[in-house]
Nanobody, 122 residues
Framework: QVQLVESGGGLVQAGGSLRLSCVAS????????MGWFRQAPGKEREFVAA????????DYADAVKGRFTISRINAANTVYLQMNSLKPEDTAVYYC???????????????WGQGTQVTVTV
C-alpha cells in the first residue's frame, strides 16, 4: 500500500507559478512511476505529467508542455510539479498518482492522493 499526500495548491493570477508536492509513504517509493493528473468541474480526470521510477524519463500532456515540469527525489519520497505561466484553464483539482506501469494514465494508476485545488484567475 502507498499513501500519497499532496500540498502546494492555491490561488494564483494568470501568468503566475505554483509548485505542487507529493509525499509518499508505505511501499518502496522508488519502485513506482509517479504522475500528476487533474480534474476540472464537470470534466473527466486527465493526465498532466508522469515520470518513471528513476526520473530518467518524463511525459507531458500537450496542454502543459513547456510550462510544467515534473521531478522526483526518491531519497525524500517526494514528487513535484512545477507549474509556470499558469492559465485559467489550468484550474482544477490536481491529484498525485503512483503505479507500476511505465506509462501512467488514468486507467493504470494504482494509488491516488486526495487532491489539491489549483485556481488560476484572470
Amino acid at each position: 500500500q502507498v499513501q500519497l499526500v499532496e500540498s502546494g495548491g492555491g490561488l494564483v493570477q494568470a501568468g503566475g507559478s505554483l509548485r505542487l508536492s507529493c509525499v509518499a509513504s508505505g511501499r518502496t517509493f522508488s519502485s513506482y512511476s509517479m504522475g500528476w493528473f487533474r480534474q476540472a468541474p464537470g470534466k473527466e480526470r486527465e493526465f498532466v505529467a508522469a515520470t518513471t521510477w528513476s526520473g530518467g524519463s518524463t511525459d507531458y500532456a500537450d496542454a502543459v508542455k513547456g510550462r510544467f515540469t515534473i521531478s522526483r527525489i526518491n531519497a525524500a519520497n517526494t514528487v513535484y510539479l512545477q507549474m509556470n505561466s499558469l492559465k485559467p484553464e489550468d484550474t482544477a483539482v490536481y491529484y498525485c498518482a503512483a503505479g507500476i506501469s511505465y506509462r501512467l494514465r488514468v486507467s493504470n494508476v494504482d494509488y491516488w492522493g486526495q487532491g489539491t485545488q489549483v485556481t488560476v484567475t484572470v
